[in-house]
């Protein structure tokens, strides 16, 4: 398998300073959160995207998603804006050679089925776009649709290749569901998978991998070995928790042991 960590354990850290920290700590990719805060979100122009694909490409690492924060199943999204955004995020994927950008369901209070029917529209409708740009969207685990049967009721009725799903484990967890019974209804749409780790369900302060409870040897043996895993450690939103730099390395080394035991 290949492994990434997520630059929301590392918030605002330079581009530059992203890369040292893979290289030295084994990880073969990085997922890009964009947003404004970040070094790399849409917003940035060619020239600098074009020293972001330079600088990944000296380093020898790849970019594996561009994260964004749209919600595709929000109820009161403006349509015409929710789209431009859309756009925005698979151009910049396009600009940097990523495969993948991330999106969130976002559906709120809203009726299941309702809140299904609008991320399914959506998603249908920038699929080609996504298909032009050489660029897969993916629909994570989260919020209204945190569980794999949750988002699986999207993706089918999209039926389009460049529409998939990125499985947080942790919210699939959280939300009851076996990791089997996950990897079974994701397994058609999966883009690839973000491990974690908590102290509870009521505790979600990222951890080190492995010393919390969440089950990542039982999700990790149900992937192909070509699989990508991407640690996302949350410390964006827990500025309390551990500095993630220090921990790159043994968490690699963690999921490594897993795998090893499971194969």
């Excluded at 988002?151 to 009851?176: E, I, S, Y």
């Excluded at 505790?203 to 043996?221: F, H, I, K, N």
Aim: include cysteine.
């Amino acid at each position: 398998m290949k492994f990434a960590f997520s630059t929301l354990g590392v918030p605002g850290l330079p581009i530059p300073e992203v890369l040292a920290l893979a290289a030295a700590t084994g990880y073969q990719g990085v997922e890009l959160r964009a947003h404004p805060e970040e070094p790399v979100h849409p917003g940035i122009g060619t020239a600098e995207r074009a020293a972001v694909v330079d600088e990944f490409k000296r380093a020898g690492v790849e970019i594996l998603t561009v994260a964004g924060y749209v919600r595709v199943a929000k109820a009161d999204a403006d349509e015409a804006v929710l789209h431009q955004e859309l756009e925005q995020l698979l151009l910049l994927a396009r600009d940097l050679g990523a495969p993948n950008i991330r999106v969130f369901p976002g559906g709120g209070d809203q009726a299941p089925a309702d809140a299904d029917a609008t991320a399914a529209r959506r998603l249908g409708t920038a699929a080609e776009f996504a298909a032009d740009c050489g660029v897969r969207i993916l629909l994570e685990t989260h919020d209204s649709h945190r569980t794999g049967a949750d988002a699986a009721r999207v993706l089918g009725p999209v039926g389009h290749p460049q529409v998939g799903a990125l499985w947080d484990v942790m919210h699939t967890w959280l939300g009851g569901e076996a990791p089997a019974a996950s990897h079974a209804v994701l397994a058609p749409h999966l883009g690839y998978t973000q491990v974690k780790d908590i102290a509870s369900a009521q505790d979600t302060t990222p951890l080190a991998l492995g010393a919390g409870v969440l089950p990542l040897g039982e999700c990790l043996a149900l992937l192909d070995d070509d699989s990508w895993v991407c640690w996302e450690y949350e410390k964006r939103w827990y500025p309390q928790a551990d500095d993630l730099p220090g921990l790159l390395a043994a968490g690699r080394e963690h999921l490594e042991g897993l795998i090893a035991g499971s194969r």
